[in-house]
């Protein structure tokens, strides 16, 4: 059961059963202190990276050698596994008993890493997202289930622990596309998730499934850059920054090019299974910067062997657990703030309320809602986000794409461009795009439509302090706001809500998390929806997620769709 390497320990400590943990725990400690005992006191100095380590230490828990990395490597890599189990994991016996080995081998004069960054999020105290051991008992078996099956307890699972029901699906639906027999083989999943979180400069995606690509037995040298992998996924780069970007330009013609490319030709099956996986990481990546994800702990910029300076003490001792500075600052602006942001969600309900009304006494017709949906189209070109943000470094994931230079633009006024509006009407999610997924690639047009209906429809009835509140009407609003950002128009739908619902901060927000997710900052965050809670707001987060999903999917099926016909 157990290599070289003890890999079977590790693997242990995901078992459901806590006496298999027990056995795994004292393996792993006896391994860990005999490496210790090998390397020898470090005598203040940091130990040298593992070979290789460049983006991270390893993302399951029986990844990596200790004899592949050399006794120090070996070590180190170990050390960041125990810290990464010591804060993330659902069971309390890991956690308390890693935390132990952690302490153990600083008593034998060996330095241990610790954790970069508070929490899981840069925009939400760590001390407001759910605790560990503090989770309700269907939020509790969901960790288990994602620890169990991924060996890992992710920050994107842990945000989206507020709102459980559709963790679980959103759970399903990528065990589903990413660990069940498929038309892909294993490693071209994660090496197409890589490219399309890369198209948006996410680190923290690519970071994460380089580590399961390898896992799976990927070919290390396709990670020196997309000219290395096999020609078959370069023939992707094309359509993966269309949909990317511009998804409304993609044509049966792009299909055509990828289903007959001779040798590199894609079957129509796997090219479903491509579009999903592209639109799946595109959209993810909005909700992890839209949400300031944190590097996970065990990856590039999670953690540090370094000691902290005076300084990022004096920093931490404040914000690690009571946040006294967060409180000191806000308690300075609360009193100038409280009254204006509690006057702001009670206009918005306000408005919700006149437009329910104006809804009932009188219906526009349907020329008025085509002139409103264009109005706001055009609207939209003059929103947007401040350019005020550091610059990202991009030189780790840019070469895992294509054409830097390409980026969003807004879809074209009424008349500027031969790119028609979409009519909603004509090719519905429901209608035609669920059954054309779940003919090619069975199963996952089921996941995917409970996945939107869950999130469209998901509400607890409050709005910030205020509870039984019919949120329905807001919800669309957002909803429909990002496909007219996309040319996509309901023609049920009442354009002139937007307006009234969405205030321009909260618009700038958007827009950016869904077009050029890369810019979003924690000002921005914090600019809009000020007296509503971070759930609600995680909440938006995932409606911006799914909607952007939902609206590269119907662009991306039309085309394999015209092409069939």
Known sequence: MEDGDGAGRWDGLCSRDASLREVALDGVRQLVLSLTEKAGPTNGKPPPPAPGSGLSFGFGLGSGSAATLGPAGGLNHYLVRLLLLSRRCPFSDVRDKCGAILQAVQEMGVRIPRPLGQGPSEFIPEKEILQLGREDAETRVLFIEAFATLGRLDNITLLMGFHPRYLDSFLKTQHYLMQVDGPLPYHYRHYIAIMAAARHQCSYLVNLHVNDFLQVRGDPKWLAGLESAPRKLQTLSEVNKILAHRPWLITKDHIEKLLKAEEHGWSLAELVHVVVLLTHYHSLASFIYGCGINPEIHCDGGHTFRLPSVGNCYVCDFTNGNNAVDDLLNGQEGSEQGTETTCEVEALMEKMKQLQECRDEEEASQEEMATRFEREKAESLYVVPTEDEESVDTREVSRHFEDPSYGYKEFPRQGKQNVPTFRAQDYTWEDH??????????????????????????????????????????????????????????????????????????????????????????????SFWRQFKHSEKIHVNLLLMEARMQAELLYALTAITRYLT
């Open 433 to 526: 795009g669920y059954s054309l997924v779940n003919r090619l690639y069975p199963d996952v047009g089921q996941l995917l439509d409970e996945k939107f209906q869950i999130v469209y429809n998901l509400t607890y009835n409050t709005m910030a302090m205020h509870k039984d509140v019919d949120t329905s009407m807001l919800r669309r609003a957002i909803w429909n706001y990002i496909h007219c950002m996309f040319g996509i128009r309901y023609d049920d739908y009442d354009y002139g809500e937007i307006n009234q619902l969405l205030d321009r901060n909260f618009k700038a927000y958007i827009k950016t998390v869904v077009c050029s997710p890369v810019k979003t900052t924690k000002r921005m965050y914090d």
